[in-house]
C-alpha cells in the first residue's frame, strides 16, 4: 500500500458509495483527509471514519474556495479526487432546460470549481487531482444525454488540466469506472427491474462482464489512491476505464 502519511487529501461526494470508500482507503495510507458533501451528514460521516467533515455543495464557487482554504490551511493540498456526482436520465427532447444545468453544473462544473480553488494549494504541494469520470463516456446506454456529455467533458477537461498544470508538479488524471456496487445503484437497478432481486441483477450483468462481477467500491478506490501515490508519478492526463472489461463487449446490456 502507498504511505500517504503526512499527505491532506479533499474528496468530494464522500458520504456515500464511491467517495466513502476513496476517504477510507486514504486515510487507511495514513493521509489527512477532508470529506465533503452537500449531504449535512457528512460531519458525522466523517468522524465515524477519522475525516474532517466538511459541507459543501461542488456547484457552488464559495463553497469550494471555503472548502480549500480550509484544508490548505495547513500548507497546502496533496490530493484533490473530484468525485462528487449525480445521475440523470432523459434525451435531448425529453430533458428540461434546468435539468441540463442542474447535471452539468454538478457532474463538471463542480469538478471545475473545486480545480480552480485547489490549484494554488497543490501548486505548494505538487500535488495530485483524480476526477470521477464513467465508462458512459466512452460506452452508454439508455437517456443520459447530460451526464455522458458530463462525463465526457470530465475526460476533456481532465487532459487540459494535466497540459495547463504539468509545469507546476500538478498531476491530473481521472477513472472511468463501470458499474460499481453501491446503495445509489442497488436502489436505482432496483427499480429499474422490480421483476427480481437487486442480487439477481447485479449477478447477471456480472456475468457478462470479462471479468465475471459488477465492480467494488474498493476497486475504484484502490485505482485512485494508487494515481494519487508516488508510484504514478509520470502518469498524467490520462483516462484509465476501471470496468471490469464492459469496454470491449457485453452481453447483457443492461449498464
Ligand atoms: P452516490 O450517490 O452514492 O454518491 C455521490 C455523493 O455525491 C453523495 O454522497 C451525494 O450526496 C454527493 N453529492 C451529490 N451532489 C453533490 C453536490 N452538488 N456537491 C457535493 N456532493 C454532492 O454515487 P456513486 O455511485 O458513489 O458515484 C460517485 C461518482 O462515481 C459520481 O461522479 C458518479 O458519476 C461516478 N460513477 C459511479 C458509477 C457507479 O456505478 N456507481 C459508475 C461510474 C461513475
Known amino acids: 500500500m502507498d504511505d500517504l502519511t503526512g499527505r491532506v487529501a479533499v474528496v468530494t461526494g464522500a458520504a456515500s458509495g464511491i467517495g466513502h470508500g476513496i476517504a477510507t482507503r486514504l486515510l487507511a495510507a495514513g493521509a489527512s483527509v477532508f470529506a465533503s ?14 475525516a474532517t467533515g466538511i459541507v459543501a455543495d461542488v456547484s457552488v464557487d464559495a463553497d469550494m474556495q471555503r472548502l480549500m482554504a480550509q484544508a490548505g490551511a495547513g500548507g497546502g493540498i496533496d490530493i484533490l479526487v473530484n468525485n462528487a456526482g449525480i445521475g440523470c436520465r432523459g434525451t435531448a427532447e425529453t430533458l428540461s432546460e434546468a435539468e441540463w444545468t442542474r447535471t452539468i453544473d454538478i457532474d463538471l462544473k463542480g469538478m471545475f470549481l473545486a480545480a480552480k480553488h485547489a490549484i494554488p494549494f497543490l501548486r505548494a504541494r505538487r500535488g495530485a487531482i483524480v476526477n470521477i469520470g464513467s465508462i458512459h463516456a466512452y460506452l452508454t446506454r439508455g437517456e443520459r444525454v447530460a451526464y455522458v456529455a458530463a462525463k ?26 463501470g458499474p ?4 445509489e445503484l442497488r436502489e436505482s437497478w432496483g427499480r429499474a427491474f422490480p421483476e427480481r432481486t437487486v442480487d439477481e441483477t447485479l449477478a447477471e450483468l456480472g456475468r457478462a462482464l470479462p ?3 459488477i465492480g467494488r467500491v474498493a476497486d475504484v478506490a484502490e485505482l485512485v489512491a494508487f494515481l494519487a501515490g508516488p508510484h ?3 502518469i498524467n492526463g490520462t483516462d484509465i476505464l476501471i470496468d471490469g472489461g464492459a469496454h470491449v463487449g457485453m452481453g447483457f446490456g443492461i449498464l
Open 37 to 50: 458533501d452537500v449531504n449535512p451528514d457528512i460531519g458525522a460521516i466523517a468522524e465515524t471514519l477519522g
Open 232 to 234: 504514478a508519478g509520470f
Open 180 to 183: 460499481i456496487e453501491t446503495p
Open 211 to 213: 471479468s465475471g462481477r
Open 152 to 177: 465526457a467533458g470530465v475526460v476533456g477537461m481532465t487532459r487540459a488540466m494535466a497540459l495547463n498544470h504539468g509545469a507546476d508538479g500538478i498531476r491530473v488524471n481521472s477513472v472511468s469506472p
